[in-house]
Nanobody
């Protein structure tokens, strides 16, 4: 199983980057996809998860949108109105629909998003 998140980089405050996640070696459609992030010195936190439903962290709902294309084995995280406190490593994962990292079986390596002017 291979999972990869990409699309990070340096983003200006207020930016709207879109992260992508590609998966191979598994029946992608049978897994929930979760997006997480980890800021420097902080614990990993859930952004949102999606199978046939979606769930978002309350603090991020409205700014972040997740989606998936099962035919292509991909998922995305659309972010808007980025702030410096959104800086961190962003991960995609697949597993069981939920909000806790231990509910996800496979993880990508993460992509760094830095929000700075």
């Amino acid at each position: 199983v291979q999972l990869q998140a990409f699309g990070g980089g340096l983003v200006q405050p207020g930016g709207r980057p879109r992260l992508s996640c590609t998966a191979s070696g598994l029946m992608f459609s049978t897994y929930a996809v979760g997006w997480f992030r980890q800021a420097p010195g902080k614990e990993r936190e859930m952004i949102g998860s999606i199978d046939w439903r979606t769930n978002y962290a309350p603090s991020l709902k409205g700014r972040f949108t997740i989606g998936r294309d099962d035919a292509k084995g991909t998922a995305f995280l659309q972010m808007t109105g980025l702030r410096p406190e959104d800086t961190g490593v962003y991960y995609c994962a697949v597993g069981r629909f939920g909000s806790r990292p231990n509910e996800y079986t496979y993880w990508g390596q993460g992509t760094l998003v830095t929000v700075s002017s």
